[in-house]
């Protein structure tokens, strides 16, 4: 059974910056992603990154603010999240998949971890 430890939410300021950790219990996937789930909104994708670490992929919204990166030697996938606003608080879910390319979409992921909260207070 795959299973993906998120690690790394908690409080912050706006403007501020968290670094969401998301560890992996068996060999690293092609693709790794961020969503995040809003109180009273549906899940929404955030980023996703290949096994290269060269092509990434981000929603409007976090562009310029948020990089995915992955260490495939720790199983571990990153989301370092700057410029914080209160409309990123969420609960963050990192997932895994086997396709090839990184992409939004929730279906094409396979695992998903619990979840991290993150807060974002004005």
């Known amino acids: 059974q795959v299973q993906l430890v998120e690690s790394g939410g908690g409080l912050v300021q706006a403007g501020g910056s968290l670094t969401l950790s998301c560890e992996a219990s068996e060999r690293p996937f092609s693709v790794m992603g961020w969503f995040r789930q809003a109180p009273g909104k549906e899940r929404r994708f955030v980023a996703a990154?290949?096994?290269?670490?060269?092509?990434?992929r981000y929603t409007d919204s976090v562009k310029g603010r948020f990089t995915i990166s992955r260490d495939n030697a720790k199983n571990t996938v990153y989301l370092q999240m700057t410029s914080l606003k209160p409309d990123d608080t969420a609960i963050y879910y990192c997932?895994?998949?086997?396709?090839?390319?990184?992409?939004?979409?929730?279906?094409?992921?396979?695992?998903w971890g619990q979840g991290t909260q993150v807060t974002v207070s004005s």
């Open positions: 990154i290949d096994w290269s670490a060269v092509i990434t």
């Open positions: 997932a895994a998949s086997t396709r090839l390319l990184p992409t939004d979409q929730e279906t094409d992921y396979n695992y």
